[in-house]
């Protein structure tokens, strides 16, 4: 993947390795975590002091976390389907609406781009919570209360993203490039396209997996801005399992952490190579 | 002003006129490029703007006056009494235990920030290096940050998970107590937190990479065969390629953790917000209050980012010529800029003598 990987292991790693190793084990220790307390049974998930690893696996906390399921008046799949469709739409559309907008920001001279993103470091300082009610009026003043949209937008709206992609631009973006581009005739939209776009990869990626993890396992559009359960997502179904199920819930809701957990991972292990080899083979060095 | 005479008035006259017309020409063309760009950064920005102006500006603004108001809620919708800046004044007044937090916040999150900057500062030098399988241990050290939010990790906060049973607080504490309360109680917090605070640093540490990533090796290579150690090489090469990520690192981070779910100040938050006028303990409650708690959060937050910026900008280099400065903001220069370039090209290309 990389060229600057040795093919053999040589004794001057070995430095490297002795810090790296058990700093990884480390990071790695709340994933081992997740995974293994899902397949606890039920005196293992309640042990004092917790354990990390299972001694005896077991699927009871799956079958009933789907057994739950299926007798709910809502099927899972209605839930499956209506988080990935929020999900993918708003991590699309932050991604594509924040690299868009950094692009006029950063690269594009005109009078209130100054301004604008100071507003938009001001609101990335500002504490969400505090904005939940008046949020909660403009959705409801626009009418999109209990649609997909109540899920959306409000997660669309992430300065986090905006920043990152922004910076990234000032600092990996030649502006001698886009002039370049501009001399020979390419539009603005070509050159956000077919120069920027493909330059500010890893920071898209990593906006685009921050954007998911915040549309993914997000609560609060689903408790605040829905009403009926049909628009409702996955990670509020799942948060709802340990607080009915009772004893059992805690186990159904380990297997619901490991089940939301996995969708993170995946896209996690696409986007990274992706970051990586942005990053080891742009002609930029 | 003395009159240049030349040789051929005449040919002169016409060169000039010819010029002109191609200056204006090319004026005219450039500042009508100059108002499409206006548009196409518009354009671009629309949506973006739209989204922003609906679902922040606006419930920043509507937050600003609750906050200086008492809100309540009848059964009917919600209802507004305006109370000037009472909230405010209750908060530093009254509120002792949002003050106590805050100030005890405030001394947590600054080496907090340290720690994990460097933290990431270094893992992202280690992986930069040449070793065996650095793509898994990349993957490793990213990891966290897909999990760090949500109700995974506050379930693993409750397992008691996050916390270093090794480490012995009450000693750490013995063995420093001739420090102040106020200043001991934040360290011994940040040893509790420690790998909280390691599994936060993972955008940082991707941040760096990327930023390490574009230094030339041969940079290395030529500083090494000039005689300079690992330590000069760090300072003279790795540092300043860091430094503006640095600041952005910095100040990521420092909005992570005072937005983060596990944030005491937060959590109080949403307990005054659903609270009454009187909260828990007779603290003040109820969600105008909250609100300007929110707005002083909020302020305190940006008197710290302000002063990490005081620390880490960048000074502007006054030397370099007015030109290049322009060159690097835009790819578009100003068009009055432009016109006065072109008059001097102008003026030197029939050499009329400027005085």
Redesign the interface.
Same mark, same amino acid.
């Given at each position: 993947m990389n060229r600057t990987n040795p093919k053999r292991f040589s004794k001057d790693q070995i430095p490297l390795y002795l810090y790296l190793i058990p700093l990884a084990v480390f990071m790695a220790a709340p994933i081992v975590f997740i995974v293994f307390h899902a397949f606890k049974p039920m005196d293992e998930l309640f042990a004092h002091p917790p354990r990390f690893l299972v001694s005896r696996p077991t699927l009871d906390n799956f079958t009933n976390l789907f057994r739950m399921a299926a007798g709910a008046t809502v099927p899972l799949s209605r839930y499956v389907f209506n988080s990935v469709v929020v999900t993918f739409t708003a991590v699309m559309g932050t991604v594509m609406f924040s690299s868009m907008a950094a692009f006029a920001l950063s690269k594009m001279r005109w009078k209130y781009a100054g301004v604008l993103f100071t507003i938009n470091n001001l609101a990335l300082m500002f504490v969400p919570t505090a904005v939940t009610i008046p949020r909660y009026m403009t959705i409801t003043g626009i009418g999109i209360d209990n649609t997909y949209f109540a899920h959306i937008l409000p997660l669309m709206a992430t300065p986090v993203v905006l920043f990152l992609v922004k910076q990234n631009m000032d600092n990996q973006v030649p502006n001698e490039l886009i002039e370049a581009a501009h001399v020979d005739g390419a539009t603005p939209w070509g050159i956000y396209r077919g120069v920027v776009l493909p330059m500010i990869r890893p920071a898209i990626a990593t906006g685009a997996i921050l954007s998911f993890q915040l549309v993914w396992n997000n609560l609060e559009t689903s408790q605040l801005f829905t009403t009926s359960e049909s628009v409702r997502t996955l990670a509020f179904y799942m948060s709802t399992l340990a607080a009915t199920g009772g004893i059992a819930g805690q186990g159904m809701a380990a297997a619901a952490g490991l089940f939301m957990f996995v969708p993170n991972l995946l896209l996690f292990i696409v986007m990274q190579s992706r970051v990586m080899n942005t990053m080891a083979h742009s002609g930029l060095k | 002003m003395e009159k240049v005479i030349h040789a051929n008035t005449f040919r002169m006259k016409c060169v000039k006129l010819a010029n002109k017309i191609k200056g204006l020409r090319k004026s005219m063309r450039i500042s009508g490029r100059t108002r499409r760009?206006?548009f196409?950064?518009?354009a671009?920005?629309m949506?973006?703007?739209i !989204?922003?102006f609906?679902?922040?500006?606006?419930?920043?603004?509507?937050?600003f006056s609750?906050s200086r108001s008492q809100v309540r809620f009848p059964p009917t919708g919600?209802v507004q009494f305006p109370v000037g800046w009472e909230n405010y004044t209750n908060i530093f007044a009254l509120d002792t235990v949002f003050m106590t937090g805050l100030v005890s916040f405030t001394l947590q999150l600054i080496p907090q920030m340290a720690i994990i900057v460097s933290f990431a500062l270094i893992?992202s030098m280690?992986?930069n !290096?040449?070793?065996?399988a650095?793509?898994l241990?990349?993957?490793?050290?990213?990891?966290?940050?897909?999990?760090a939010? !949500?109700?995974?990790?506050s379930?693993?906060i409750n397992? !008691?998970?996050a916390t270093v049973p090794a480490v012995n607080l009450s000693a750490i504490a013995n063995a420093m107590d001739f420090l102040p309360p106020m200043v001991l109680e934040p360290i011994v917090g940040l040893f509790t937190q420690l790998?909280m605070i390691?599994?936060n640093s993972g955008?940082q540490i991707?941040?760096f990479?990327?930023?390490l990533?574009?230094?030339?090796?041969e940079q290395y290579e030529a500083a090494k065969m000039d005689g300079a150690s690992g330590w000069e090489c760090f300072w003279k090469i790795t540092s300043p390629a860091l430094r503006?990520?640095l600041f952005?690192n910095v100040?990521?981070t420092v909005?992570w953790l005072?937005?983060s779910d596990q944030n005491p100040i937060?959590n109080m938050?949403?307990i005054r917000?659903i609270a009454g006028v009187l909260g828990p303990g007779g603290m003040p409650g109820g969600?105008g209050h909250?609100?300007a708690m929110?707005?002083v959060?909020?302020i305190v937050?940006?008197l710290i980012?302000g002063l990490c910026w005081v620390v880490l900008h960048e000074r502007k280099d006054k030397d370099k010529p007015e030109t290049k400065r322009l060159?690097?903001?835009?790819?578009?220069?100003?068009r009055r800029e432009i016109v006065r370039k072109l008059r001097k090209s102008d003026m030197e290309g029939i050499g009329v003598d400027k005085r």
């Open positions: - | 760009n206006w196409y950064a518009y671009f920005l949506p973006w703007l !989204g922003v609906l679902l922040l500006i606006y419930p920043l603004y509507t937050s609750f919600l893992i280690l992986l !290096g040449r070793i065996k650095r793509g241990f990349r993957a490793v050290f990213f990891l966290p940050v897909i999990i939010t !949500g109700p995974v990790m379930e693993l397992e !008691g998970v790998i390691l599994w955008v991707l941040i990479l990327a930023a990533q574009k230094i030339n090796p503006p990520m952005l100040i990521y909005v005072a937005n937060i938050l949403h917000m969600y909250a609100s929110a707005w959060y909020s937050v940006l980012i060159e690097q903001k835009s790819y578009l220069p100003k």
